[in-house]
């Protein structure tokens, strides 16, 4: 079972969130989907099912490794770069 090789160096505690929505997707005019928290920096942005895949996008531009759900109810960690939940 593959797993995610960045979990022990993540911040404790996780960064507050930078916004309450997905900035780029305000920036678009659209509508974000769900919404993720990066647990490197907090950075908010959209899944993606959203039209700017803005999750994707934010690790492709820093690296950071680690995003979780922002979505109420939920509770998740996913890892872009080992491709796990954490």
């Given at each position: 079972?593959?797993?995610?090789?960045?979990?022990?160096?993540?911040?404790?505690?996780?960064?507050?969130?930078?916004?309450?929505?997905?900035?780029?997707?305000?920036?678009?005019?659209?509508?974000?989907?769900?919404?993720?928290?990066?647990?490197?920096?907090?950075?908010?942005?959209?899944?993606?099912?959203s039209p700017?895949?803005?999750?994707?996008?934010?690790?492709?531009?820093?690296?950071?490794?680690?995003?979780?759900?922002?979505?109420?109810?939920?509770?998740?960690?996913?890892?872009?770069?080992?491709?796990?939940?954490?």
């Amino acid at each position: 079972m593959k797993q995610c090789t960045h979990a022990g160096t993540l911040p404790h505690p996780e960064p507050a969130p930078a916004s309450e929505t997905c900035p780029e997707c305000l920036a678009d005019g659209t509508d974000p989907v769900q919404l993720r928290l990066c647990l490197t920096c907090g950075h908010v942005a959209c899944c993606d099912s959203s039209p700017g895949q803005h999750a994707t996008m934010h690790h492709k531009e820093t690296g950071h490794p680690v995003m979780r759900t922002f979505e109420p109810g939920e509770d998740w960690r996913w890892c872009f770069v080992d491709h796990v939940l954490v």
